[in-house]
């Protein structure tokens, strides 16, 4: 499988846990970005890694989202604390660098159910 | 005023219809256009990209962007069941050196056999 892997696929937890996503971005590809897409809403930026640059975080919501990764593989993004209004699609996508850099390739998403 | 606007739909067109979804910006520095199809429980996959105004045509699909209204659409000639899905406009200021794309709403369509 060459995709964007997502995993769990789906997730369900009580308020105030801890929640960590995980995503496999497809091989080679310099860019990892996370988004989040709630009921009825576009996909809104969350944060994204390109390389070994700084990551930019620009889009996090609060300081209770937070996410790694580790060169140009896996990424994990961890929200704290977990509130109803977290729940949602987390969707990550991977794009190579270059000309067609700005394809953005996702994949299936994480879906949160914060009770 | 939100940066991409797209109405939500839903949209429902007989099978074999021609279907039209729109999306107008605000951010005159977006240079790149793109639509993403997403289907149910699905990620978004790329349809289309186009640069700047003009038209461009795949088989049953042609966007257009005219930056002079600040307006994108696509069009799906001959629609299929298959179509049926929430189809989602993207624009980015910047093409290479990836940025984040700013998506609209996403319109969900229905194509009825």
């Known amino acids: 499988g060459a995709g964007v892997s997502q995993s769990p696929s789906n997730k369900v937890t009580e308020k105030g846990k801890d929640v960590e996503l995980r995503c496999d971005p497809i091989?080679?590809?310099?860019?990892l970005y996370w988004y989040r897409q709630r009921l009825g809403q576009g996909l809104e930026f969350l944060i994204y890694f390109q390389g070994n640059s700084a990551p930019d975080k620009s889009g996090l919501p609060s300081d209770r989202f937070s996410a790694e990764r580790t060169g140009e593989s896996v990424s994990t993004l961890t929200i704290q604390r977990t509130q109803q209004e977290d729940s949602a699609v987390y969707l990550c996508?991977?794009?190579?660098?270059?000309?067609?850099?700005?394809?953005?390739?996702f994949g299936a998403g994480t879906r949160l159910s914060v009770l | 005023q939100k940066e991409v606007e797209q109405d939500p739909g839903p949209l429902s067109v007989p099978e074999g219809a021609i279907v039209s979804l729109n999306c107008t910006y605000s951010?005159?520095?977006?240079?790149?256009f793109m639509w993403y199809r997403q289907y149910s429980r699905k990620g978004p996959e790329l349809l289309m990209y186009t640069y700047s105004s003009g038209n461009k045509e795949d088989g049953r699909f042609t966007a257009q962007v005219d930056k002079s209204s600040k307006y994108i659409s696509l069009f799906i000639r001959d629609s299929q069941p298959s179509d049926s899905a929430t189809y989602l406009c993207?624009?980015?200021?910047?093409?290479?050196?990836?940025?984040?794309?700013?998506f609209g709403k996403g319109t969900r369509l229905s194509v009825i056999a």
């Open positions: 996508a991977s794009s190579p660098e270059g000309t067609s850099g700005n394809i953005q390739y």
């Open positions: 951010n005159s520095a977006f240079q790149y």
């Open positions: 091989s080679g590809h310099t860019a």
């Open positions: 993207a624009m980015s200021g910047v093409w290479s050196g990836n940025t984040p794309l700013v």
